[in-house]
């Protein structure tokens, strides 16, 4: 794993150090842009993997960090939120509203706060790992610090 950063990640290190997550953002030899692979790369159970998906709802971006192993069920979710429809953000929205790449979307370093949900059954590891905005980059972070870092609102995804 390298040390050198992606000005991307700089980014997102950077908005990691300003609200006080102390995880360091590290460069996988592979990109790692589903959670299978990211998994696999840092020997993690792919449910400790903390996906950041993005959709596109009531007329404006919503971050979704859901644990690798879940789908997210957006009529559920809507639901859940007393939202019209929920629908995956196409690539331009997605670069558009995080800055970064659909694969190496991180919690946080986007242009402005997203409205986020965190995946509740991502409480059940003592650390997870997000993106660092490229697929090639991650950091870890506890469940806590996840929301706290995105001021995500804790539901079941699925």
């Given at each position: 794993m390298s040390t050198d950063l992606p000005s991307r990640?700089?980014?997102v290190r950077d908005a990691l150090r300003d609200a006080g997550v102390a995880g360091e953002i590290v460069v996988l030899p592979d990109a790692a842009s589903t959670a299978a692979l990211a998994a696999a790369a840092?020997?993690?159970e792919v449910g400790a993997i903390a996906n950041s998906l993005v959709f596109w709802s009531d007329g404006?971006?919503?971050?979704?960090?859901?644990?690798?192993?879940?789908?997210?069920?957006?009529?559920?979710?809507?639901?859940?939120?007393v939202r019209g429809e929920i629908r995956r953000a196409s690539?331009?929205?997605?670069?558009?509203?995080?800055?970064?790449?659909?694969?190496?979307?991180?919690?946080t370093g986007h242009p402005a706060p997203l409205t986020t949900v965190v995946d509740e059954d991502l409480a059940r590891y003592a650390?997870?790992?997000?993106?660092?905005?490229?697929?090639?980059?991650?950091?870890?972070?506890t469940f806590d610090e996840l929301v706290r870092l995105t001021g995500g609102t804790v539901l079941a995804v699925v």
């Open positions: 990640s700089l980014i840092l020997g993690v404006e971006p919503l971050l979704v960090m859901t644990s690798g192993a879940h789908r997210v069920d957006t009529v559920r979710l809507a639901e859940r939120l690539v331009d929205q997605v670069r558009t509203a995080t800055g970064q790449a659909i694969g190496g979307v991180a919690p650390r997870i790992w997000a993106a660092g905005g490229t697929p090639h980059t991650v950091f870890p972070l």
